[in-house]
């Protein structure tokens, strides 16, 4: 994967990247639903695709960052936080992690 390309570059194939995570994780839930939606890959091959996708979509997602400075980056970090103690705050009142 070339992560040196322009801010659209890595935009256009971060989207990419994003639509072939969303298959492969439909495919793990059709896969947990055996038989009611056949999958013809094995459960192993699915997770193999499941951690490429993932990788690709996070090493996209790191050139991105990298690009918006560290500023952008310091953000994220921000709202990651915020996002962790709002689903734990949630997983209080509904009883599990979201």
Do not use: H
Not at 24 to 48: D, N, Q, S
């Amino acid at each position: 994967m070339n992560v040196n390309i322009s801010d659209s570059g890595i935009k256009l194939q971060l989207v990419e990247e994003c639509g072939e995570l969303q298959q492969v994780l439909c495919k793990t839930l059709r896969e947990r639903c055996k038989g009611a939606f056949p999958v013809r890959k094995t459960t192993g091959t699915i997770y193999e695709e499941l951690a490429e996708e993932i990788a690709d979509v996070e090493l996209l997602l790191g050139a991105l960052m990298r690009r918006l400075g560290p500023d952008f980056c310091e953000a994220v970090s921000g709202w990651k936080i915020r996002k962790v103690e709002e689903r734990e705050e949630l997983r209080k009142e509904v009883g599990e992690f979201l």
